[in-house]
């Protein structure tokens, strides 16, 4: 999917914005004023950041939090629905506005720093949100139907993968980060990149939660090792834990958590909960304690051979 070419002006405020600190240091500014502020994942955010093009607007990233903040005109970006993973930040929210020559470091930083352009929230929407999972087939009469309402697991690759990308796929699952995978098979960060973008590519699976998720629902991998046993959950932390993995739709969460709401602030606190590296791990170990038994069938079989 690709952007609109842009043909609408950029406001000279957005050239050289005024809420931008002039003191070198971090300031804190309330979304709504004079921003909007869409809060996304990483793993969705750097190919949204590509589609939309040399005239992205400016876009903030935080490494430890593994969130990017694309801010947008004010008023342009209604809650609305969006896609798991993205969130509205709610007007009065506040958040870091760093000087302009912050871009780079582990903390909040620009990715794009103001004066290159603008990016308008329906282009991004657009960008985003992407159809859910295909329906699961009916089930004959007779067969056992589960009491809520599911999509159908990420399909099994009908050829298997190639070594690499299944050594990739192995340390995405222990919650490796992509330097860490990098240094574990001596390979480059953009030779990881690029092999976990293939797996997403053949899954159709954006997120490194999907990924694993089709992983293991395919039977390519086995389920990792757990030396840790499964914390008290919840059905709603289960419910989460399923749409996460691409197994069920949001229509399964509780309401305060549709369509994306506070879903990015419970998945990280459930993945501190389970002592979890990463969300693509958070799926791993679910799986592991036989949470998500549509993933582990086949992971089980493999497990076996």
Not at 26 to 38: H, P
Not at 138 to 143: D, I, K, N
């Amino acid at each position: 999917m690709t952007a609109r070419t842009y043909t609408r002006s950029i406001p000279s405020s957005w050239e050289t914005p005024h809420w931008m600190p002039t003191n070198g240091e971090t300031v804190r500014r309330a979304c709504g004023e004079d921003f909007d502020a869409v809060r996304v994942t990483a793993d969705l955010a750097a190919p949204a950041l590509a589609a939309l093009g040399p005239r992205t607007g400016p876009v903030l990233a935080n490494h430890t939090t593994r969130t990017w903040v694309f801010l947008v005109p004010p008023g342009s970006a209604p809650p609305g629905r969006w896609t798991l993973g993205v969130r509205v930040m709610p007007r009065g929210a506040v958040i870091g506005i760093p000087p302009i020559g912050a871009t780079g470091g582990r903390d909040i930083h620009w990715a794009v720093p103001p004066g290159q352009g603008v990016t308008y929230a329906d282009d991004l929407n657009r960008i985003l949100t992407g159809p859910l999972p295909p329906t699961a087939p009916a089930r004959r009469a007779g067969e056992h139907a589960s009491a809520t309402s599911t999509a159908a697991a990420p399909p099994p690759r009908p050829r298997p993968l190639s070594p690499a990308l299944l050594m990739v796929g192995e340390l995405l699952l222990a919650g490796h980060s992509d330097t860490q995978i990098a240094k574990e098979l001596s390979r480059s960060v953009i030779t990881v990149r690029t092999h976990l973008r293939q797996i997403g590519n053949l899954f159709h699976a954006p997120t490194q939660a999907l990924k694993a998720a089709a992983l293991l629902a395919g039977g390519h991998l086995p389920l990792p090792p757990v030396q840790i046993h499964a914390p008290d959950l919840a059905p709603v932390d289960v419910a989460v834990l399923r749409v996460l993995a691409g197994i069920s739709r949001d229509a399964e969460l509780p309401v305060e958590l549709r369509p994306t709401g506070a879903f990015l602030d419970y998945v990280d606190g459930l993945r501190e909960r389970c002592a979890a590296r990463t969300d693509a791990h958070l799926i791993a170990l679910a799986a592991a304690w036989d949470l998500l038994p549509t993933l582990t069938s086949l992971a089980t079989a493999k497990e076996q051979q």
